[in-house]
């Protein structure tokens, strides 16, 4: 069958397929039971497409919104049919739709809970915090800000107006009680109930939520002291002689509608404060979103320029950049020449001249001259997405630390409880008239100072703010466990090629043997190389295009990872690569062994080529080494770290480059399973090891290593596996995420004792232990107050971290 739907149709039949109309004849087609009938199709794929959604092929809904200008048009069926203008498609015949860039579903999660992950927001089944989307967007309104606000600013007005009624009795000379009677308790309640019901609604809901998750946590303490407040206020104020006489104050049974009503708006305050300085982080990542254009200048076939929205970009898709405008996608400049600002992209503020050829990033700023590009990655495939991506994702990763603050948080929440319980049965037994309000006014205020949110929080936000500190300085790292580790590296193993060097190798010699000449060795080795995305492969591939030399495709192709390439050119079998593969395939090299090792006392790298089983020759390669590496190696020894290079080179090659950066130890000639071997001996000794590098070679190692820290400017395959990356390539970020690390451990233990200390000295105090100095107990109004300022006293220390020098 062809790819057409209309493949081997019989158009003799009256039977429609449903999805694209199509004559089919019955019995012989493709056909699907639904709904007691049976439906035929003249082709597998339409058979499965009606499949995976049979209504919405039964009763379409019709779009009659105008698709954008620039938007082309595809065929549902026919991979490949595109027109730039609604029409038929001409293999099927279906009408073609508005092609759309896939969407990814919008996820939830808890900022303190990221295992919690959830399709459509609502609260933490944990901690009952509101669900945060996963995903970074460019709108910067928080739904949950919002609603808190606007719940705080309905509160604030009633709870003050209760506030001043209730104490009205306390100036001198004034009687409420008497003036107004029976009102004076109607009053607080009216104004009162919609406080603690509509404006604190949410936090009775997350308080039931976390009894029926078995999860206790801050808002069970709220809802047990604010109900408790106002449930005892409703008794008193309905039936006031079921209460013990023990309750009574100057003749009258006390009411706490405004300890309920202003404990609500101190918690709202305390939510809005502490949304806000979250959305501090998360607006500093929209922010970067932001860099990229709303659109783009599109070309077709005949150079015509269309503006279109980024979401509609293809990869393939030739877009103009003018003098000044931003850079819209990633991918290649095919035209014109410019100098671009990547300082969003790199931290580099020098301008970087581009030309036919080289990558662009989106988000970067042309800058002197115009071009055309070709793009290449699109939507959330982009460099400036998969960052944003990649530090939301960590900011809402654990750090191991704050396994000690989730231990004592389980028993936490049981444990104020019983305080609770205690303080009131001693004060009721044991306390001085009115006894029993005494004993109710302390079970409260320990059940709202001991709300436990500031210890939730101690972690998270210095994670959160500690991680985008990080971004800013082109240090992406990918985990809070990663943030922790780092602290504690003792020893750096760095890789040679594209993390000490440039990565950017050129051919500086070429010698032969067995009666090659130059020319046809390079182009041998050039034609089997440039299947291989190494940087010594792209230096052969480079020299053969400079020489115009004519390149043949490859047969039975085959990368011997860490050692170097094999296959068929023109009928003959080529091999190139290190010593280890030319003894791999027993190839004699002794031929030439004393000019090798005269390059590589130059630093120079050796690449072997053996042709037909016999030493052909080799091309010698040299990387220069980075302008930055030498100043990151001196910063790194003074931080006290232990620096080996391991690399798949010769030892001499290795040796010399070593020598010339004052590298402490050198492990030549190590193929990807000796760089994991290292990294576990060192381990097993003792130290913590982090690993550098950025080839697909080093991938094991960095998975392997305490820490792994992947070059920004080296594969997919490395970043995927090591859990920082270097956005810059600079060695001196390695450095800095170090310091990173140790102020942000710094910064969590500093929350962590505002948090257990706050909790250590304000529940005694809630109890009521300075009644004998004082002459009276802390209100549960000013317990909240305490309970919002410890949870504002961690995050204000958090966001320090902003400001942290690295």
């Known amino acids: 069958m062809s790819d057409c739907c209309h493949a081997q149709a019989d158009h003799d039949n009256t039977a429609k397929d449903p999805v694209c109309g199509m004559t089919v004849v019955p019995g012989e087609k493709p056909h699907y039971d639904y709904n007691g009938q049976t439906f035929h199709f003249c082709c597998t794929r339409c ?77 933490c089944p944990k901690c009952g915090m509101a669900l945060e989307p996963t995903a970074v967007s460019p709108d910067s309104e928080d739904p949950e800000l919002q609603a808190m606000q606007r719940r705080f600013w309905i509160s604030l007005p009633l709870a003050g107006a209760v506030f001043v009624l209730a104490m009205g009795d306390m100036i001198p000379g004034v009687d409420l009680h008497t003036w107004l009677g029976a009102g004076f308790g109607w009053l607080q309640f009216a104004m009162a109930t919609p406080v603690v019901f509509y404006c604190g609604g949410f936090a009775f809901k997350r308080a039931w939520q976390s009894v029926v998750n078995v999860s206790p946590n801050m808002w069970t303490l709220i809802a047990l002291g604010v109900g408790a407040a106002y449930g005892f206020s409703i008794v008193a104020l309905l039936l006031p002689g079921v209460l013990p006489a023990a309750f009574a104050q100057n003749g009258h049974t006390p009411l706490y509608f405004e300890a309920a009503a202003v404990i609500i708006t101190l918690i709202l305050l305390g939510q809005v404060m502490e949304a806000r300085a979250r959305g501090a982080t998360s607006r500093a990542l929209s922010a970067l979103l932001d860099l990229a254009p709303p659109s783009a200048h599109r070309l077709d076939d005949d150079g015509n320029e269309t ?51 080289d990558k662009v990033t989106g988000g970067t700023v042309n800058q002197a001259g115009g071009f055309v590009m070709q793009a290449e990655s699109v939507g959330d495939d982009t460099v400036l997405s998969r960052i944003v991506d990649m530090v939301a994702a960590a900011q809402r990763s654990r750090a191991p630390i704050q396994s000690m603050a989730d231990k004592v948080a389980g028993v936490f929440v049981p444990a104020v409880v019983l305080a609770a319980v205690i303080a009131f049965a001693a004060w009721a037994l044991f306390g001085p008239a009115p006894a029993l309000s005494h004993a109710l006014v302390a079970a409260i205020s320990v059940l709202i100072i001991a709300c436990p949110c500031a210890l939730g929080l101690a972690t998270p936000m210095s994670v959160m703010v500690g991680i985008g500190r990080g971004a800013r300085e082109g240090v992406l790292i990918r985990d809070a466990e990663a943030l922790e580790r780092m602290q504690d590296v003792d020893v750096l193993l ?4 594209g993390t000490l060097t440039e990565g950017a190798p050129r051919v500086v010699a070429i010698e032969t043997a067995g009666g090659f000449d130059e020319a046809e060795l390079l182009r041998l080795a050039a034609s089997l190389e440039r299947a291989s995305e190494h940087p010594l492969a792209r230096a052969i591939c480079a020299a053969a295009s400079e020489r115009e030399l004519s390149l043949e495709q490859a047969g039975d192709f085959e990368s011997i990872t860490g050692r170097g ?78 620096l080996v290079m391991l690399t798949g080179d010769s030892e001499a090659t290795a040796k010399a480059v ?9 492990h030549a000639g190590a193929l990807p399973e000796d760089k994991h071997a290292l990294v576990e001996k060192l381990q097993q000794q003792g130290h913590r090891v982090a690993m550098a590098g950025d080839g697909v070679n080093d991938a094991p190692a960095l998975a392997q290593a305490d820490v792994g820290i992947a070059m920004g400017t080296g594969t997919d395959i490395a970043m995927e596996s090591a859990p920082i990356t270097l956005v810059k ?78």
């Not at 760095?494 to 090629?497: A, G, I, P, Y």
């Open 47 to 123: 058979r499965e497409r009606f499949a995976a959604d049979p209504e919405s092929f039964l009763n379409p809904v019709q779009d009659d919104t105008p698709a954008p200008p620039g938007t082309r048009y595809i065929c549902p069926m026919c991979p490949g049919v595109e027109s730039d203008h609604p029409d038929d498609c001409p293999k099927c015949g279906m009408a073609l739709e508005p092609a759309k860039p896939p969407k990814r579903q919008t996820q939830y999660t808890c900022p303190m809970h990221p295992e919690i992950v959830e399709d459509k927001p609502g609260d």
């Open 565 to 642: 390439v094999a296959g068929r050119i023109d009928g003959r079998t080529v091999q190139v690569g290190n010593a280890a593969l030319m003894t791999h395939y027993g190839i004699d090299t002794t031929a030439l062994t004393t000019q090798a090792n005269e390059r590589r006392g130059s630093g120079e790298t050796v690449m072997w080529i053996a042709v037909d089983g016999a030493l052909a020759g080799f091309v010698a390669v040299a990387d220069p080494i980075k302008a930055n590496t030498r100043d990151a190696v001196a910063i790194l020894h003074e931080a006290g770290l232990r």
């Open 658 to 666: 070593a020598a010339e950066l004052g590298i402490d130890e050198v």
């Open 494 to 497: 760095m890789d040679k090629t």
């Open 307 to 357: 503006d279109v929205a980024l979401d509609d970009l293809a990869a393939g898709d030739r877009l103009r950049v003018r003098p000044g405008e931003k850079v819209p996608v990633d991918g290649v400049i095919v035209d014109g020449r410019s100098t671009l600002d990547e300082s969003m992209i790199t931290g580099e503020p020098e301008p970087q001249n581009k030309q036919s050829g």
């Open 729 to 806: 390539g600079d060695l001196r970020g390695i450095a800095k995420a170090q310091r990173l690390s140790a102020q942000s451990m710094r910064n969590i233990r500093q929350n962590l004792f505002f948090a257990f200390a706050y909790n250590g000295i304000g529940v005694p105090i809630a109890a009521g232990v300075l009644y004998p100095l004082l002459g009276t107990l802390l209100s549960p109004m000013l317990a909240a107050a305490a309970m919002s300022l410890s949870s504002v006293s961690v995050i204000t220390n958090a966001l320090r971290l902003r400001a942290a020098s690295l």
